[in-house]
């Protein structure tokens, strides 16, 4: 193991790069600080353009990863909040947004009866339910079809 002060920014990159995917936003974030005070001020863009062109760094790759990763507990806006905080660009969000609604309801009943595994049995008990699906992100839409105990195939899941 090499100690962190030895490495290079080009070193740090491909570093956190091997433990997760990253978006270029959130890799430049944990670089900046390790940016020599004597080096050009595009020392930084160029380091993450040329990871962008060999393909190590990738910001569709990163969303696929942390879809893959917080989907089965989440809902779609959720996730694609995330996506967004993590500074993910359209392109990657839009790809991640297409996969996930196509599975919301599935997941969203998963979760719903691993937390509950009975319908309510009132109406304190229902808003809990429906608060707890809303809170993990999931589309009011989704919510009222897992509550209604409706199967998986009854049509689109979203407005």
Same mark, same amino acid.
């Given at each position: 193991?090499?100690?962190?002060?030895?490495?290079?920014?080009?070193?740090?990159?491909?570093?956190?790069?091997?433990?997760?995917?990253?978006?270029?936003?959130?890799?430049?974030?944990?670089? *900046?600080?390790?940016?020599?005070?004597?080096?050009?001020?595009?020392?930084?863009?160029?380091?993450?353009?040329?990871? #962008? *062109?060999?393909?190590?760094?990738?910001?569709?790759?990163?969303?696929?990863?942390?879809?893959?990763?917080?989907?089965?507990?989440? =809902?779609?806006?959720?996730?694609?909040?995330?996506?967004?905080?993590? =500074?993910?660009?359209?392109?990657?969000?839009?790809?991640?947004?297409?996969?996930?609604?196509?599975?919301?309801?599935?997941?969203? #009943?998963?979760?719903?009866?691993?937390?509950?595994?009975?319908?309510?049995?009132?109406?304190?008990?229902?808003?809990?339910?429906?608060?707890?699906? *809303? =809170?993990?992100?999931?589309?009011? =839409?989704?919510?009222? #079809?897992?509550?209604?105990?409706?199967?998986?195939?009854?049509?689109?899941?979203?407005?």
């Amino acid at each position: 193991m090499f100690p962190t002060a030895s490495l290079t920014l080009k070193g740090r990159a491909m570093r956190a790069l091997a433990a997760r995917e990253l978006t270029r936003m959130e890799l430049q974030a944990k670089l *900046a600080a390790h940016v020599p005070s004597d080096a050009a001020p595009s020392t930084l863009e160029d380091l993450l353009n040329e990871l #962008q *062109a060999k393909g190590y760094l990738s910001d569709v790759r990163a969303a696929q990863a942390l879809s893959n990763r917080r989907a089965p507990k989440l =809902g779609t806006q959720r996730v694609l909040q995330e996506l967004r905080a993590r =500074g993910a660009d359209a392109e990657a969000v839009a790809e991640v947004a297409a996969q996930l609604r196509g599975t919301e309801l599935e997941r969203a #009943q998963a979760v719903w009866r691993k937390k509950f595994a009975a319908p309510a049995s009132s109406a304190a008990e229902r808003a809990k339910q429906m608060r707890f699906l *809303a =809170g993990r992100g999931f589309a009011p =839409g989704v919510i009222g #079809q897992v509550l209604r105990g409706e199967p998986e195939d009854s049509g689109d899941t979203l407005p």
